[in-house]
């Protein structure tokens, strides 16, 4: 339920993530939601992995989910569920009082992006525990050894975990809708989770495009970069989330016209970052 689309030999010190681009869902998956098959797509990240798929060809892996984040989400901890979601009492160790639980966006998510319930009746807690062994586990276990391998070859680590985002955004600061004036969020955990250098170096190389691009705001980035970023010991991990209407049609889960630009102003993105000096990152 997973690929990793490898570079003959990997001369770069960058990873690539696609966690949330999945869309092979399972059919007795789809017997459980109440949704039809395109209202369950509203949480895919479309085509991000396609956006980025040049990265093995300059010598950087990319691994990217086959399967949906509705089904799994691996951008959260292994165990954030919400209790009620399930027939029977959930185990001790689960996580049931997260912000993404009571978002309803937890490891087994309970809404799809727009508010919808995805299920018609209660799920057995061993099954969903399957899924988190079958899909979430391998995921990180493949996503940990990319991270140490590229440390081990290189020194240092670059983990992009790549997102997209409604072009709708549901927020406001200082009561303005910044919805229409974003084009690319980058999340480092309020730079906690990657070189400021690097931040800095990314939002430069994308506004240099002629995008907008703000930073940690409305996004400062999931699980996967607050869990493997750690500068102190060379592992840089920073999100990126596009704006889905710079590239596809939201409403019928197509790409438009300027999927090809995206496509190749990412991959001259990834250029710019495997030809990164290590000194580049230093703050």
């Keep these: 339920m997973i690929e990793i689309l490898t570079p003959v030999r990997q001369t770069a010190p960058v990873i690539f993530s696609s966690p949330h681009s999945g869309r092979i869902y399972p059919a007795d998956f789809l017997d459980l939601v109440r949704l039809d098959k395109q209202a369950i797509r509203r949480s895919e990240d479309c085509f991000v992995d396609e956006i980025f798929d040049k990265a093995p060809y300059y010598g950087a892996p990319l691994l990217k989910a086959l399967f949906p984040r509705a089904y799994v989400d691996p951008n959260r901890e292994p165990y954030e569920l919400d209790p009620t979601m399930f027939k029977e009492p959930v185990p001790d160790f689960v996580n049931a009082y997260s912000p993404r639980v009571a978002a309803g966006l937890g490891t087994i998510a309970r809404v799809v992006a727009n508010g919808s319930e995805i299920y018609d009746s209660k799920l057995n807690f061993k099954e969903v525990n399957e899924r988190i062994n079958r899909c979430y586990h391998p995921y990180h276990l493949a996503l940990e050894n990319l991270?140490?391998?590229?440390?081990?070859?290189?020194?240092?680590?670059?983990?992009?975990?790549?997102?997209?985002?409604?072009?709708?955004?549901?927020?406001?600061?200082?009561?303005?809708?910044?919805?229409?004036?974003?084009?690319?969020?980058l999340g480092d955990s309020h730079g906690k989770s990657c070189s400021p250098a690097l931040t800095m170096m990314i939002e430069e190389i994308i506004s240099d495009m002629g995008y907008s691009v703000v930073r940690n705001f409305p996004y400062s980035g999931g699980f996967i970069t607050r869990n493997y970023g750690k500068?102190?010991?060379?592992?840089?991990?920073?999100?990126?989330?596009?704006?889905?209407?710079?590239?596809?049609?939201?409403?019928?889960?197509?790409?438009?016209?300027?999927?090809?630009?995206?496509?190749?102003?990412?991959?001259?993105l990834t250029k710019q970052l495997v030809s990164l000096e290590p000194q580049a990152l230093a703050a």
Excluded: W
Aim: aromatic share 8%; charged share 20%; hydrophobic share 30%.
């Design 147 to 185: 991270i140490n391998n590229t440390r081990e070859i290189f020194g240092y680590c670059i983990l992009i975990d790549c997102h997209s985002m409604p072009s709708t955004i549901e927020t406001h600061k200082n009561n303005v809708d910044l919805s229409r004036q974003i084009d690319f969020v």
């Design 231 to 268: 500068p102190t010991d060379g592992i840089h991990a920073i999100q990126i989330e596009i704006k889905r209407g710079l590239y596809m049609n939201e409403h019928n889960y197509t790409r438009n016209s300027r999927m090809s630009e995206i496509i190749q102003d990412m991959t001259y």
